[in-house]
């Protein structure tokens, strides 16, 4: 919309008020125009959408500050409240909170270990209350490559800035002794076997993937190694 504006064939003079989740860089590019605001919010489909909302003049770069009908802390992986400041899994309760999923038992009793609904997503509170979404835990994160949803175990991949879908998905390979593949091979290999949207539109091939202690993929090193903004 703010392209089309620049072209003068969508005047935005009209728009007073955005609720959403965007780059700060676009929010900052709207609210110049001086038409409106721009509303940060944070909610997932489990919780009613939004749990946590503020103007973007107040807490900038955050995700809002909780609801009146919200209660919401920031876990370690036991399950004991972090102390302020610090990162930790988003667990949610309250009337907005849904009571389960349909016919998956074991799932709902998972996710709401402890009374609370567990979002999968972690954030960090600051001392007045505003949620700062960190990412998503590994069994949870989310690829949208133009709004369509990958989860990264189903295609063994991470997700990257991409300049027209926003985010776009990446594959970083380590091929076996004496083996050979292109980028564009590796790519039409996946999308003949898999739907075309969750194929890989990067590929980085390296000698070896960070891993922890215990011989098992890092992908939060992997990610910070291989995941940067991609021009082409």
């Not at 008020?17 to 605001?37: A, C, M, S």
């Not at 539109?201 to 993937?209: I, M, N, Q, T």
Request: aromatic share 8%.
């Amino acid at each position: 919309m703010l392209d089309e504006q620049e072209k003068g064939e969508c005047p935005l003079s009209s728009l007073k008020h955005i609720i959403g989740v965007e780059l700060p860089d676009t929010v900052k590019r709207f609210e110049n125009l001086g038409y409106g605001q721009f509303w940060l919010v944070y909610g997932q489909k489990e919780t009613m959408g939004l749990t946590c909302i503020c103007s973007n003049k107040e807490r900038p770069r955050s995700a809002g500050r909780q609801g009146p009908l919200v209660d919401l802390k920031i876990v370690d992986e036991f399950d004991r409240e972090v102390e302020v400041g610090q990162s930790g899994e988003i667990v949610i309760r309250g009337p907005l909170v849904f009571q389960g999923y349909r016919r998956q038992d074991e799932l709902t009793q998972h996710t709401f270990g402890e009374g609370w609904h567990h979002t999968g997503e972690m954030g960090r509170l600051d001392r007045d209350g505003s949620l700062f979404f960190v990412g998503r835990k590994a069994e949870k994160e989310l690829i949208k490559p133009g709004g369509e949803n990958v989860y990264p175990v189903e295609v063994s991949v991470i997700g990257v800035p991409d300049p027209k879908f926003g985010e776009g998905i990446k594959a970083v390979v380590v091929l076996k002794p004496n083996a050979r593949s292109s980028e564009q091979e590796l790519i039409d290999f996946v999308a003949e076997r898999i739907a075309r949207y969750k194929k890989p539109r990067y590929v980085s091939f390296v000698d070896s993937l960070a891993k922890r202690e215990d011989g098992s993929i890092d992908r939060e090193k992997v990610k910070a190694e291989h995941g940067g903004l991609r021009e082409d």
